[in-house]
């Protein structure tokens, strides 16, 4: 069946450096994914989204890379802060006309 | 500026009470989800509706039932309240599929069912 994996552990980075999250997927070949934050007691806010066809999408301090060989996305967050803590989820689609399918999300903590 | 709201946030129920969430959105959405959130397991579609007056079973359907009458209005109701229903659940909302759009979610509504 598919899966989509993300690191269950908490990542701790210090601030100022540069968070990198992983999202792995198999038995999956999705043409689209997402990346959401999530903090605690509120509901995902989207960030990026990015196609196949695309390797690598930024979006100020954010960059998403979409490898398909590898099954993988890195979600990165660079010169983190601490305001950065929280929960990121990544989610995927076959294609744009199917419902997304979400991992279980690592929760990243950035200390000052 | 409301987006998605979710009634209501917390609730307690016991075993074989019923229960109706209701989510409302005023973006002019198309199309409205329920998810369901537990712990290391991710987000997983309940129920998802393509426009007013339809809905469609998603992954974990069963023990739920859904209704969208109106186009802002989504709601899900529990006819048996089971402790397995125990979660946090999040509707959301979207212009077009979730696969190639953004999807705007509610603040979440935590259920315990004892």
């Known amino acids: 069946s598919q899966k989509i994996e993300q690191n269950s552990e908490a990542l701790n980075i210090q601030e100022g450096k540069t968070a990198t999250l992983t999202c792995n997927y198999t038995?999956?070949?999705?043409?689209?994914l997402q990346w959401y934050r999530q903090d605690p007691g509120r509901g995902p806010v989207f960030l990026l989204l990015?196609?196949?066809?695309?390797k690598e999408k930024r979006k100020e301090r954010l960059k998403v890379t979409f490898d398909t060989t590898l099954k993988q996305s890195l979600f990165h967050i660079t010169a983190s802060q601490p305001a950065d803590s929280a929960t990121y989820l990544c989610?995927?689609?076959?294609?744009?006309?199917?419902?997304?399918?979400f991992g279980g999300g690592t929760r990243l903590m950035v200390k000052p | 500026n409301a987006g998605v709201t979710q009634t209501p946030k917390f609730r307690v129920l016991k075993t074989g009470q019923s229960m109706t969430l209701l989510c409302a959105q005023d973006?002019?959405?198309?199309?409205m989800y329920w998810y369901r959130q537990d712990p290391g397991m991710g987000l997983r579609l309940i129920h998802y509706?393509?426009?007013?007056?339809?809905?469609a079973k998603g992954e974990v359907p069963d023990g739920y039932n859904v209704s969208r009458l109106k186009k802002q209005n989504f709601l899900l109701g529990l006819e048996s309240a089971a402790p397995s229903q125990t979660s946090v659940y999040f509707c959301?909302?979207?212009?077009?599929?979730?696969?190639?759009?953004?999807?705007?979610f509610g603040q979440g509504t935590r259920l315990t069912v004892v």
């Open positions: 038995n999956y070949s999705p043409a689209y």
């Open positions: 959301a909302s979207s212009h077009d599929r979730t696969g190639g759009t953004e999807a705007f």
């Open positions: 989610a995927m689609a076959h294609n744009a006309g199917n419902m997304l399918t």
């Open positions: 509706s393509v426009g007013e007056g339809t809905t």
């Open positions: 973006m002019n959405h198309e199309y």
């Open positions: 990015i196609r196949e066809n695309e």
